[in-house]
């Protein structure tokens, strides 16, 4: 008797323990999250619901992204992992010219001419060319960059409804272009979060 209750006892113990810790690690959770980024998927005003819910997950990604680099210095803007690795800088570059391939193509119905191929093909294709030319400016260089991007982007969506999202565009609907555009950028977010945490 008296050893089934001790067990009870610890068994409770532990549960409380448990839940405390639980609890410690949600209330972490919400505080770093209220700072970090919004807790709700909410369209934008002046835009469809579902190309509004797209905007806010894009801005939030965007946002969380940014927080790795922004305070980077020039050694860790053009830092390489490995001699095949991207630069935080690069990366960032890269996201933007993925953006403005996917503006041309959903928008537009085509890929980049060769004047857009001049502009952005560099960042879009990364490699070696970009290891050597993308290095010596400002973090803040390849976010204003990113910036106009995404800026742009708002601006074309806001003209467009569902409808003209669920439209079939080349084999894939408008909607799951910028699906894509929003799970690469979650990929690169991944990249950087590791990239930056081995920055000397």
């Known amino acids: 008797m008296k050893s089934s209750y001790c067990k009870l006892i610890c068994q409770s113990k532990n549960h409380f323990k448990k839940i405390g810790l639980m609890t410690s690690i949600l209330a972490l959770f919400l505080s770093t999250s209220s700072l970090q980024a919004q807790l709700e998927i909410k369209a934008p005003e002046g835009y469809s619901q579902d190309i509004g819910q797209m905007v806010s997950m894009l801005d939030n990604l965007k946002k969380r992204l940014e927080r790795y680099v922004s305070l980077l210095d020039q050694e860790g803007t053009d830092f390489l992992l490995d001699e095949n690795a991207n630069s935080p800088g690069a990366m960032i570059y890269h996201l933007a010219a993925t953006e403005a391939y996917y503006q041309v193509y959903t928008f537009e119905g085509r890929s980049f001419n060769e004047e857009e191929k001049q502009e952005w093909g560099t960042a879009l294709n990364l490699g070696d ?48 272009a910028w699906f894509h555009v929003m799970e690469h950028q979650a990929n690169h977010m991944g990249q950087l979060a590791i990239v930056t945490k081995r920055i000397p």
């Open 129 to 176: 060319k970009a290891r050597a030319e993308f290095k010596g400016k400002p973090i803040r260089y390849y976010l204003d960059i990113y910036d106009q991007v995404r800026a742009k982007t708002k601006e074309l969506l806001k003209t467009k409804d569902d409808h003209w999202f669920k439209e079939m565009n080349g084999g894939v609907s408008n909607h799951w």
